[in-house]
């Protein structure tokens, strides 16, 4: 079955460069509509999302944070990363990925998401 | 950007109606995405596209839209469907994917 898991820092420093990785398993990044996204929630509040990296590696960002996010894949590891510089108390969130799919692909939907990791900014 | 608005709460007696609803220009053009979160949870994709539903979710969900508002309608709740809900849909951005999301409408079950 398809899941996603997230890993990295659980506490960074204003300042630093947040680093996260998304490993992927139950499918392969061999269909070019299939693609992973990063998306995060602070505490008590909405969705947001972030990055997103298609099978053939076209990329897209959100266009508020995008000079400070960059987003890769290793196909053979089936991993995504994430990275966010300059990180500030405001990045404090829940961290997700979650896939889109061949059938949601078309409505920039995300049919599975990983369990999400907290990432605390605090000096 | 776009942006989406949803009602802050919502809330329905068991076994009754709800419609929960996502206002925003770019449902205009691009079809509403729903998703259930329920607390130290990953949000679910519930509905999708026109009105389409992914494998094990329940066809008490369903949805619709009409010009800039997008509904989302669970007939018959139930205890388990007290959760917030989430839309989301395309932003009018030129970049391959450009997803904006809504704040989240946290329904109670009475």
């Known amino acids: 079955q398809v899941t996603l898991k997230e890993s990295g820092p659980v506490l960074v420093k204003p300042t630093e460069t947040l680093t996260l990785t998304c490993t992927v398993s139950?499918?392969?990044?061999?269909?070019?509509?299939?693609?992973v996204s990063w998306i995060r929630q602070p505490p008590g509040k909405a969705l947001e999302w972030l990055a997103h990296i298609f099978s053939n590696d076209e990329k897209s960002y959100s266009t508020s944070l995008e000079s400070r996010l960059t987003i890769s894949k290793d196909t053979s590891k089936s991993q995504v990363v994430l990275t966010m510089t300059n990180m500030d108390p405001l990045d404090t969130a829940t961290y997700y990925c979650?896939?889109?799919?061949?059938?949601?692909?078309?409505?920039?939907?995300?049919?599975?998401w990983g369990q999400g990791t907290m990432v605390t900014v605090s000096s | 950007s776009s942006e989406l608005t949803q009602d802050p709460a919502v809330s329905v007696a068991l076994g009754q109606t709800v419609r929960i609803t996502c206002q925003g220009d770019?449902?205009?053009?691009?079809?509403a995405t729903w998703y259930q979160q329920k607390p130290r949870q990953a949000p679910v994709l519930v509905i999708y596209g026109k009105n389409n539903r992914p494998s094990g979710i329940p066809d008490r969900f369903s949805g619709s839209s009409s010009g800039n508002t997008a509904s989302l309608t669970i007939t018959r709740a139930q205890a388990e469907d007290e959760a917030d809900y989430y839309c989301s849909s395309r932003d009018s951005g030129g970049t391959l994917v450009d997803v904006i999301f809504g704040g989240g409408t946290k329904l109670t079950v009475l």
């Open positions: 770019s449902l205009r053009t691009y079809y």
């Open positions: 139950g499918f392969s990044f061999s269909n070019v509509r299939l693609g």
């Open positions: 979650a896939r889109m799919g061949l059938e949601t692909y078309d409505y920039d939907a995300f049919d599975f």
